[in-house]
């Protein structure tokens, strides 16, 4: 079997980088993997397609954040001969969350991951681009599609872009006009929130639908329409830690399904596992390619659930 390391430099601290390469030297054999550092958008998912592409039996290694994860599952779906993971060294790394809070650290440990067992995962196609985790299109993905621009002031950190980003946002209001179809539910007006999940985690800690599982062959969909900002302070929470049952129904409303479309007048934001994408019309559907996806020895992805936050 073939192992290639896909290693985004710019993901995470340098070290982590270092300590990965020291890692792969100690434990593989020189002709059994290939390593390569991505240098530009894009880079990661012609490499993984290359890798799957060949047709022997293949161990591809998104090592990185959510941005590398989503090229690599771009790149390699569909190839049976072909399982892919990723090795954390990014900051977000959000659909690991569904291994559990130890489980996630796990992925770090390449010892682990070598002989570990793979699971054959549903993924969403969102307008082409696919996704194993969530989309979502609603406030949470106008703050998130505009953090990197905060991210390039002087002087801003991280955590300091994403509240510049949210304040930024809420100045334009909560909500934008949207049609949406999702399942019985057909809705057009102001819509605040619309999250499809195949994974159980985005946003670095909002857990919308616990019951989702990304082998299920479902999409779990939620939508929130107009909403005031008195009520959604007070029910964020609940949505945030996997309790929207106990939300309004007319309030919160749920679908499991297969497909939801959803378009404006105005240009919309979805992001996709955290790739931003613009456009007027949408759809998101349960593709008909898969991804063979392996794990660390030791964990499941029915783990019990990391907590939480309730930050937008």
Known sequence: MRHVFIVNPMAG????VQHLLEQIRRLLPRNAYEAYPTTAAGDARRMALEAAQVGDEVRIYACGGDGTLNEVVNGAAGFENAAITNVPLGTGNDFLRIFGKEGRKQFARLELLLEGPQAAMDLMDCNGLLGINTVCAGIDARVAADVARFKRLPLVSGTGAYVLSLADKLTKGLSHPMKVDMGPIHYEGPTTILCVCNGRYYGGGFYPVPEAMPD???LDMLFIGDISMPLLAKYIGKYSSGRYKECPPELVRSYHGEEVTFSS??????????????GRSFTVRRSERKINFFYPLGVNYGAKPVAAGATL
Not at 13 to 16: D, I, L
Request: hydrophobic content about 35%; proline content about 0%; overall charge negative.
């Open 216 to 218: 299920d062959g479902v």
């Open 265 to 278: 007048e105005k240009e919309l934001v979805a992001v996709v596992d955290g790739e931003s994408m613009y």
């Open 13 to 16: 601290k340098r070290n982590s």
